[in-house]
């Protein structure tokens, strides 16, 4: 049985994600999406929502599990028994640092092996970032990311437009 890592900020899951998930999800037995509780980006979403919408987009696949994790991607792979890490590729600049990447990790973990796949053609323009900045101002996101992450998004800078409100109104107040 061969066990595939998908590991990821998530921040939210976009269909880009949920079509490199769907296709190796394919190729593997089994493919644990993996979730990183702290990365070093800056984060719109904890770690409980992250990792409850990716679920909830994945749940129509029956050989995918979602979890968070901590530390080292490979530790993790070989704590589920996976031997494969998998990883999207979209535009050029993705391959520097995935290859980068897959380098360091089969150096901490000879073992472990890195597969990309090839973005889905209309997903290579796609990421949580870009999704993240069209909602942020108010537009549309529909086939970008799954209906609850639109929702989710949507949710999300309402109550963060409603915070920065009431700070603003406090500061004006003390002035
Ligand atoms: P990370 O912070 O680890 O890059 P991301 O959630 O941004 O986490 O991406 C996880 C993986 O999914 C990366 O390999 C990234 O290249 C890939 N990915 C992200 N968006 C897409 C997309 N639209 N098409 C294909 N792969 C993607």
Redesign the pocket.
Known sequence: MTIAVY?????PI?N??V??ATRAAALFDHLVVAV?DR?L?TLLFSTAEREAMTREALKDISNVTVQSYLGLTVNLAQSVGARVIV????VLS?FEL?FQMALTNRKLAPDVDTVCLM??QR??F???SIAKEIAMVGGCVDGMVPPHVAAALKDKFRRLGAAAGSKVQIVSLRD
């Open positions: 590991p990821g900020t998530f921040d976009t880009g994600h079509d490199i990183y990365p980006k990883r999207g590729l979209r993705d995935e973005t889905g997903y290579a796609l990421s949580s």
